[in-house]
């Protein structure tokens, strides 16, 4: 190696040091940011090393190719709404993992012509990078459609679909070996990355469109072992390296956000079981039995005489965009002397995070917010619970029943609160599509309306108190 | 077996070991921003784009290697942005940084 | 710079990465079998020596070799035995593993 | 690679997956006998993928080396006492670094003999090796020394040692760059190894006896970097991953070590602090501050008629091996009815997890141990605090005295309890060399005599009650 190689190599090595800080950095909130900023230099020393390597001839498409993708990249991060930010991710990870596939794509298309045998791990390793990347590709942009709504939320289920995949599988497979083993043809490798485009459509469509932030985190890694793959084909040990980094970290991530929904991966995959905001399900569930509802004046008493308040927003919150809303009732709520503090569940909403970001949108301080188990043990102590369109992350079932789908996941423990006043726009249920006893507690007050709107009739009546 | 692939096999277990050590717990409110990053970083991809695009091969590996490059910038500068821009919002107001 | 030498560096910073993420928070209790059981591993150089010394090369060379796997040996030997016996202790009566 | 080099490099990525596996379980108490397991079977796989070697044709002396190693090893890890492990593992890990210092030697022997030019990488490398090693070697031994008693434990200090230190340091490097740069002879190479083995020993005598198991841990870290070393030299990439492994692992434990300490490492490493177990110091340092002391009869209705009792073992009891006497007297006190506690400072005792070892020793149930954070909390509690032999892990001045050496360290806090009994032989100081107020405070009676008589003493009373 000569001097120029060696600092190549020097850098790509200094490369991977920054990413592994970086991605490290990246999992504790003092540091995030800097972990955030450490990674992108370690990309971009990555490239720029890239670039000096003699085997770069070229520079003209690069350099097109690069301001097209940069100016594309900035603007829609740029423009991209907060609450958008989840399909984003999933669109900038497709198309990762497609990138993955087509350097693979391209390294078979040329090697396949220069000579009839093909090395084994060669041929082993482009079609991983091939079918992986492929189905990263299209599997994030269904999960895309769904999250943006250009494809249906609901899981979309057909008859045999489970054979068909699993059919398709086994195609893929059989032609693998017969272009590992027997005939590098570029018509079959062709076939196989038209296969793994079609799975990855195929996996994602059955599942449902709460569920895709889950479904993101996992390809997610998915495209970090195809990038991890096209390090074998390209030969390139930095594409290994963080490849493998980001496949071994997505999938840890994946199993987090699954533990935190309490649900094991495979059902998230295969259960069909988010139906997405659409739930309509249980029409009525009250059936007989009675809720107490109260209109803006009465809610409005009750909260502006209260002494402690604790808000829980959920999922409603975000559809009605009523977090500028919900800032000013709480900053009304204090300006008279009332405690208000934020409980946040960890999957409330619909990505992790969720309410979070939503409020700091809305430049609620971060101090007011606090985490399930740092508000649990408070609640017997607080005179009004206002819920904002949250319905899973407070249901008791999931607490007593032992027959409920959510047992044993942990959730806020509101109804030990003095009283619950809840805005939701019916008694439907939330996401996991069941009833919500605490509907029918006597302590339950039902606020019902959209929650932008209910949020800015109490604002207006407390203010006339 | 080739050399090269068992020094690439080496490392690969290595760097999956890293990755799993890494991320141990995270907070919930960092889920996102996390995935959000290890998104940008699985861009990396783009160093094989810049790999086969720039030796001047065939139009057609030329054609799929520039929309490799596209493809995989929008990854990193879009990945590494949106996430900025996530934990930017964290970090508002009373300038503290939040509890884990 | 060699090739190879760039490649053991490169598993060189991926392992101590390993090392330092793998240990985290040792309760007090275990320092000791953690150092013992770590010093046993670093008797790995028992494979340098089994390479130096089954070449049969010069006499001073076979001497060096054969020292060197005794050494070695005991190193690894006696570091997992030892060990064992710290902590075997952790485990006696009521056969409870003892809390972190 | 054909097919066996093909299988030998697996089985070595399969070896250092169970080395790190290994290394994790070791690292959490219900799955660190699996882990030590594990590393050993990790070390096997290793062993005999490297006979199967076709680098390798004689295996004569290889089988007399490992049978002698294998006798030595297994017989003194089974013989040693408990008590004597610290020194036991120094020993070994002497030897794992001399090992890689006569790796390095032999291997650079062979080719400056063969050719009058090395390749600079080889040379520092070979140079790295045999340097760390040779250092790790001699210091082991010295740490030996001391914790055996062979050498002495208090730190043995001269004039212009620290002068000398560097010169040595300075003739290292220089004669490194002569043969990196200039000239691989033989001679001078062994000069280094020499100048190594000199270090080792300058390094650790001036280190009081009772910080051994601290330096102890960095030689360890140390021998894990030297056999990284060999692994280059000899060009095996499972000698370079196992030995980066301890090496890193190795400066984390340290570290924990000291922090549990509350001392920064240059401080155990250049403070010349610890005295040893012979700190006399302070004469009677008592002054005119006055004492209570108890007699057996006295110190048994105390003990004998409290409700609940919290024994805190320190150094003392492990001089005088008092824990089975220990036990009786925490078995006797039970069945009287009354509630016994064991509180297990961190740093109690002259090695981690000291206390832990020697109660289990004496099988004192794991359930009656409670860590510094769980029983500091109850002190207030309890009835009766009785000390054997243990001085600064209780004294509040670390707590109290912003002056004290020890200030800021953790400590049990038995000065709140009702009443505090304390075994010891005098009024003198303990490891740290500093007076303890506890002794003068009113609540406190010392019980004056060495551990194991007084406690067997204790036994005969209480029966007697
Ligand atoms: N956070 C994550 O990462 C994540 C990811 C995937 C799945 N999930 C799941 O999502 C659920 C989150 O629980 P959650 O309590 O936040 O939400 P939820 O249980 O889904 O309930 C949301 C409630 O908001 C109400 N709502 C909808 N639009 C509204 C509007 N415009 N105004 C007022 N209310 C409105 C709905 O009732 P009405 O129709 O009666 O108004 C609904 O019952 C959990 O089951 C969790 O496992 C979370
Ligand atoms: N655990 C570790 O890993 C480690 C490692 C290095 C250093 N250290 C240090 O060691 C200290 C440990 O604290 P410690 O409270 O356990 O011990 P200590 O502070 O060293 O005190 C031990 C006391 O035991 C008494 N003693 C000695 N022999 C005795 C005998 N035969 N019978 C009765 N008493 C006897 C001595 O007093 P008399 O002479 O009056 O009897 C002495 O004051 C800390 O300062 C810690 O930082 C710990």
Same mark, same amino acid.
């Given at each position: 190696? /000569?001097?120029?190689?060696?600092?190549?190599?020097?850098?790509?090595?200094?490369?991977?040091?920054?990413?592994?800080?970086?991605?490290?950095?990246?999992?504790?909130?003092?540091?995030?940011?800097?972990?955030?900023?450490?990674?992108?230099?370690?990309?971009?020393?990555?490239?720029?090393?890239?670039?000096?390597?003699?085997?770069?001839?070229?520079?003209?498409?690069?350099? +097109?190719?690069?301001?097209?993708?940069?100016?594309?990249?900035?603007?829609?991060?740029?423009?991209?709404?907060?609450?958008?930010?989840?399909?984003?991710?999933?669109?900038?990870?497709?198309?990762?993992?497609?990138?993955?596939?087509?350097?693979?794509?391209?390294?078979?298309?040329?090697?396949?012509?220069?000579?009839? =045998?093909?090395?084994?791990?060669?041929?082993?390793?482009?079609?991983?990078?091939?079918?992986?990347?492929?189905?990263?590709?299209?599997?994030?942009?269904?999960?895309?459609?769904?999250?943006?709504?250009?494809?249906?939320?609901?899981?979309?289920?057909?008859?045999?679909?489970?054979?068909?995949?699993?059919?398709?599988?086994?195609?893929?497979?059989?032609?693998?070996?017969?272009?590992?083993?027997?005939?590098?043809?570029?018509?079959?490798?062709?076939?196989?990355?038209?296969?793994?485009?079609?799975?990855?459509?195929?996996?994602?469509?059955? +599942?449902?469109?709460?569920?895709?932030?889950?479904?993101?985190?996992?390809?997610?890694?998915?495209?970090?072992?195809?990038?991890?793959?096209?390090?074998?084909?390209?030969?390139?040990?930095?594409?290994?390296?963080?490849?493998?980094?980001?496949?071994?970290?997505?999938?840890?991530?994946?199993?987090?956000?699954?533990?935190?929904?309490?649900?094991?991966?495979?059902?998230?995959?295969?259960?069909?079981?988010?139906?997405?905001?659409?739930?309509?399900?249980?029409?009525?569930?009250?059936?007989?039995?009675?809720?107490?509802?109260?209109?803006?004046? =009465?809610?409005?008493? +009750?909260?502006?005489?209260?002494?402690?308040?604790?808000?829980?927003?959920?999922?409603?919150?975000?559809?009605?965009?009523?977090?500028?809303?919900?800032?000013?009732?709480?900053?009304?709520?204090?300006?008279?002397?009332?405690?208000?503090?934020?409980?946040?569940?960890?999957?409330?909403?619909?990505?992790?995070?969720?309410?979070?970001?939503?409020?700091?949108?809305?430049?609620?301080?971060?101090?007011?917010?606090?985490?399930?188990? /740092?508000?649990?043990?408070?609640?017997?102590?607080?005179?009004?619970?206002?819920?904002?369109?949250?319905?899973?992350?407070?249901?008791?079932?999931?607490?007593?029943?032992?027959?409920?789908?959510?047992?044993?996941?942990?959730?806020?423990?509101?109804?030990?609160?003095?009283?619950?006043?809840? +805005?939701?726009?019916?008694?439907?249920?939330?996401?996991?599509?069941?009833?919500?006893?605490?509907?029918?507690?006597?302590?339950?007050?039902?606020?019902?309306?959209?929650?932008? =709107?209910?949020?800015?009739?109490?604002?207006? =009546?407390?203010?006339?108190? | 077996?080739?050399?090269?692939?068992?020094?690439?096999?080496?490392?690969? #277990?290595?760097?999956?070991? #890293?990755?799993?050590?890494?991320?141990?717990?995270?907070?919930?409110?960092?889920?996102?921003?996390?995935?959000?990053?290890?998104?940008?970083?699985?861009?990396?991809?783009?160093?094989?784009?810049?790999?086969?695009?720039?030796?001047?091969?065939?139009?057609?590996?030329?054609?799929?290697? #520039?929309?490799?490059?596209?493809?995989?910038? #929008?990854?990193?500068?879009?990945?590494?942005?949106?996430?900025?821009?996530?934990?930017?919002?964290?970090?508002?107001?009373?300038?503290?940084?939040?509890?884990?």
């Amino acid at each position: 190696m /000569d001097a120029l190689s060696t600092a190549i190599g020097l850098a790509y090595i200094f490369a991977a040091v920054l990413f592994i800080l970086g991605l490290r950095y990246l999992g504790s909130p003092a540091t995030a940011r800097r972990g955030n900023l450490l990674a992108a230099i370690a990309m971009l020393i990555a490239i720029i090393v890239t670039l000096l390597d003699r085997q770069i001839v070229g520079f003209t498409w690069i350099l +097109i190719a690069i301001i097209i993708g940069t100016v594309i990249g900035s603007f829609s991060a740029r423009l991209v709404k907060m609450t958008a930010m989840p399909q984003m991710v999933g669109i900038f990870n497709g198309l990762g993992g497609g990138a993955s596939a087509l350097v693979a794509l391209a390294e078979f298309w040329r090697l396949s012509i220069l000579s009839a =045998e093909l090395p084994l791990d060669f041929s082993i390793t482009t079609l991983l990078s091939v079918f992986i990347g492929g189905l990263t590709f299209t599997g994030s942009m269904i999960a895309f459609g769904k999250l943006q709504g250009l494809v249906s939320g609901s899981p979309i289920t057909f008859p045999l679909q489970k054979v068909v995949n699993a059919l398709l599988m086994v195609a893929v497979v059989v032609l693998g070996v017969l272009i590992a083993g027997f005939d590098p043809s570029n018509i079959l490798f062709l076939i196989v990355t038209l296969l793994a485009l079609t799975l990855g459509v195929m996996l994602v469509i059955p +599942i449902g469109g709460a569920d895709m932030p889950v479904v993101i985190s996992l390809l997610n890694s998915f495209s970090g072992l195809a990038a991890c793959a096209a390090g074998f084909v390209v030969q390139n040990h930095i594409l290994i390296i963080a490849g493998a980094l980001v496949g071994a970290a997505g999938l840890i991530l994946t199993q987090i956000m699954c533990k935190a929904m309490n649900r094991p991966l495979s059902n998230v995959l295969f259960g069909a079981f988010g139906t997405g905001d659409q739930a309509a399900g249980a029409v009525d569930a009250g059936g007989d039995k009675s809720v107490k509802a109260v209109d803006g004046e =009465e809610a409005a008493m +009750i909260l502006g005489y209260a002494q402690s308040v604790v808000v829980v927003p959920g999922f409603g919150m975000a559809a009605a965009q009523a977090q500028h809303a919900v800032r000013e009732l709480s900053e009304l709520l204090q300006k008279r002397g009332i405690e208000v503090k934020f409980a946040i569940h960890p999957v409330a909403g619909r990505m992790p995070g969720h309410m979070n970001v939503l409020l700091a949108e809305a430049n609620v301080p971060y101090t007011l917010l606090f985490d399930m188990d /740092d508000i649990n043990p408070e609640f017997p102590h607080i005179d009004v619970v206002l819920v904002i369109g949250a319905n899973d992350v407070i249901n008791p079932a999931a607490r007593n029943d032992t027959t409920s789908p959510i047992y044993g996941m942990p959730i806020l423990d509101v109804d030990k609160a003095r009283h619950v006043m809840i +805005i939701k726009r019916s008694l439907n249920v939330g996401f996991a599509g069941i009833d919500n006893p605490l509907f029918y507690d006597p302590k339950t007050l039902m606020y019902f309306g959209s929650a932008k =709107e209910k949020v800015q009739e109490l604002v207006a =009546e407390i203010k006339k108190l | 077996m080739p050399q090269e692939l068992m020094i690439g096999l080496t490392i690969f #277990v290595l760097s999956a070991f #890293v990755g799993f050590e890494v991320i141990t717990k995270v907070p919930p409110t960092l889920h996102t921003p996390l995935m959000s990053g290890a998104n940008a970083i699985s861009g990396i991809a783009i160093i094989g784009a810049l790999l086969i695009t720039g030796r001047n091969g065939e139009p057609f590996e030329l054609i799929l290697g #520039v929309i490799a490059i596209v493809f995989a910038t #929008v990854n990193v500068v879009g990945g590494f942005l949106v996430t900025d821009r996530m934990l930017q919002m964290f970090k508002k107001k009373d300038g503290k940084s939040p509890k884990a």
